[in-house]
């Protein structure tokens, strides 16, 4: 995986592999850290890697890896003195996705969601010392993708399913089948709340997350679908902050294809 991560004070490239983490300028100039991975740690069967990336408060950047453990890597304004700061130990199998909050977290919130390969989710509060807010558990299916928007986790799973809960207290808000086969990517808008989800079925669909004002209840409605002829897809992104226009590749594809407003 590769995420660019912005902080207040900089913005880094890091880059996730079966070796290690890797971490660049954010033109990809020069390498500022490496993180080798302890394959001495695993059984000789199990695959070792990184996965599952994201920014966190002022001056942290986390990342998962495949015996469930969240890195926490506290970065300095400038220069390579990297550290790791904490290491966050929930989940008792392979992190697949990382996500920070993207809009405004209402109190009590968190404003950080781990997701792993069971599908368990857990929510965090960030700060000098990250602490856990909840856990969402499993239901038998793996979570591939989560995204936190204004306290509502947005979780995409193996069975095509996307979830919508509470950040603060892991309630169930919405489920929408939205893929016949398994979900590959999710993205958001922070602008706008639209939501985007890729998956193996080639389908690509936005949809639009809300709250109301009145009830405070979590509304989520189809916006658009388009479908990438014979392409399983496995990336999606918005490429501006409003969502009004998105790029999508597949499996064995070494093209992009962009779609914006007609």
């Known amino acids: 995986q590769a995420a660019w991560c912005v902080l207040p004070s900089r913005v880094l490239l890091v880059l996730t ?31 070792v890697f990184a996965r599952g990336i994201a920014a966190a408060g002022e001056r942290f950047i986390c990342v998962g890896t495949s015996s469930g453990l969240v890195l926490v890597f506290d970065i300095p304004p400038k220069g390579t003195n990297v550290t790791v700061s904490e290491v966050l130990e929930q989940h008792r199998d392979a992190i697949t996705d990382i996500a920070a909050e993207l809009g405004q977290a209402p109190d009590g919130a968190g404003d950080l969601v781990t997701a792993d390969d069971a599908g368990s989710l857990c929510v965090w509060s960030t700060g000098e010392e990250f ?35 509470e950040a603060a207290t892991g309630l169930l808000r919405a489920e929408v ?10 993205d958001l808008a922070p602008q706008t709340g639209k939501l985007l989800s890729g998956a193996e079925d080639s389908f690509v669909h936005v949809w639009k997350l809300s709250r109301d004002p009145d009830t405070d209840d979590v509304e989520i409605e ?20 409003e969502g009004k226009s998105f790029a999508v590749t597949g499996y064995d594809l070494s093209e992009i294809f962009r779609y914006g407003p007609a």
């Open 222 to 241: 189809h916006c658009h679908a388009e479908c990438v002829t014979d392409t399983q897809v496995c990336g999606a992104r918005f490429c501006d902050p």
């Open 17 to 47: 592999s079966q070796k290690g983490i890797q971490m660049y300028e954010s033109d990809g100039s020069i390498m500022v850290y490496w993180h080798a991975l302890d394959v001495a740690e695993h059984p000789p069967a199990q695959a």
């Open 177 to 186: 089948n939205a893929h016949a086969r398994w979900i590959y990517a999710l």
């Open 131 to 165: 602490t856990l807010v909840g856990k969402i558990p499993a239901f038998g299916c793996t979570c591939s993708s989560v995204k936190l928007w204004n306290g509502i986790v947005a979780a995409g799973y193996g069975n095509g399913q996307i979830r919508l809960y």
